[in-house]
């Protein structure tokens, strides 16, 4: 297997989702009924990924916990009989070769990924940032990994993005090589809509050569204080290929509210046991109808009265 680790970063603050994130690592959020965070871990391990490094900060501890055994809830489910559940909390603790890390600075997604250096080594390395939720057939990782293969360099997973969403991405100038595939020529972090050298944003899935970690000590703090990634990319351009990959699947931004409702609405939908009864909900909103969720609650609540 070509890339065998991987690094899911876990330390940021999660200030776009205040207040829920003040006392409960964001990555625990649940999304219908899994913490984000499991949706990472699930798509690396069905990738080929063996090793799972989370970088973590002060005031994560649920996410070990999460993915630690339970003595007495496997207890408990096992008392109640509820072995579909029990099977379920096993599997989870025993999904991955997972260790921790601790950020013990919140310094930046390129400060978070150089603290990993220890435990990577001199190898290529894949890294998930567990926000961005990428549903699709085929592993969105596992496609990378098959580009990774072929061109023997860093990847990162790009998609096209609206004109007025270019400044929030990092966007590629672009060089095409096969179907899919690009060099990345330069990075731009958020630029203007008019200065942005393509619509092909980055998003949160990469492999990365080791010599990401040279550039990464050689890159100072950016925007916010912060060591960011983008410029680490930027200067690993310098020395050697980086290629970009338009992955096939739906990304949801999970890390802000409405990108986290609407991974929500869609992940739910498409589960067999809740989706087709969410549905018929949904079909009660009678949204395009000009109808608004406050008149079918008080639909609802007369026809219960009465
Ligand atoms: P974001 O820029 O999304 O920051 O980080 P954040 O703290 O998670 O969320 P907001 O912007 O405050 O709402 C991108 C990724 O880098 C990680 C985050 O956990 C996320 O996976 N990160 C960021 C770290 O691990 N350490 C840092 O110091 C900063």
Redesign the pocket.
């Known amino acids: 297997m070509s890339i065998r680790k991987a690094v899911v970063?876990?330390?940021?603050?999660?200030?776009?989702?205040l207040p829920a994130t003040k006392a409960q690592p964001?990555?625990t959020l649940p999304l219908v009924d899994r913490p984000i965070i499991q949706y990472v871990i699930e798509e690396a391990v069905a990738s080929g990924i063996e090793q799972i490094i989370i970088?973590t900060?002060w005031g994560k501890r649920a996410i070990e916990d999460h993915f630690d055994r339970s003595f007495e809830l496997e207890h408990a489910l096992e008392k109640k009989g509820d072995l579909e559940r029990l099977a379920e909390v096993r599997r989870i603790s025993s999904l991955a070769d997972i260790c921790y890390l601790r950020?013990k600075?919140?310094?930046?997604?390129g400060?978070?990924i150089s603290t990993t250096r220890c435990l990577i080594g001199d190898e290529p390395f894949a890294v998930f940032?567990?926000?961005d939720i990428i549903d699709g057939e085929e592993p969105c990782m596992k496609q990378m990994v098959q580009v990774y293969d072929r061109y023997k360099c860093s990847v990162v997973a790009v998609q096209s993005v609206p004109p007025d969403a270019v400044d929030k991405y990092g966007i590629i100038e672009p060089r095409p090589m096969s179907e899919r595939v690009y060099q990345v020529m330069s990075v731009v972090e958020k630029p203007h809509p008019h200065e942005a050298p393509s619509n092909l944003g980055i998003v949160?899935r990469y492999i990365l050569t080791p010599e990401i970690f040279e550039m990464l000590d050689r890159t100072p703090p950016g925007k916010g204080g912060?060591v960011q990634l983008t410029d680490g990319l930027q200067l690993l351009i310098q020395r050697q290929a980086v290629y970009g990959y338009e992955f096939v699947g739906t990304r949801y931004d999970a890390?802000?509210p409405l990108g986290f409702l609407k991974a929500s609405v869609d992940l739910a939908l498409r589960r067999p046991d809740i989706g087709p009864e969410f549905r018929r909900y949904l079909q009660t909103l009678n949204l395009s109808d000009g109808h608004n969720v406050d008149s079918v609650r008080e639909e609802h609540e007369s026809s219960a009265k009465g």
Do not use: I, S, Y
Request: net charge negative; hydrophobic share 35%; glycine share 18%.
């Open positions: 970063t876990a330390a940021g603050w999660g200030t776009r989702f964001k990555e970088v900060a950020q600075e919140q310094l930046g997604l400060h978070a940032l567990p926000d949160g912060e890390g802000t």
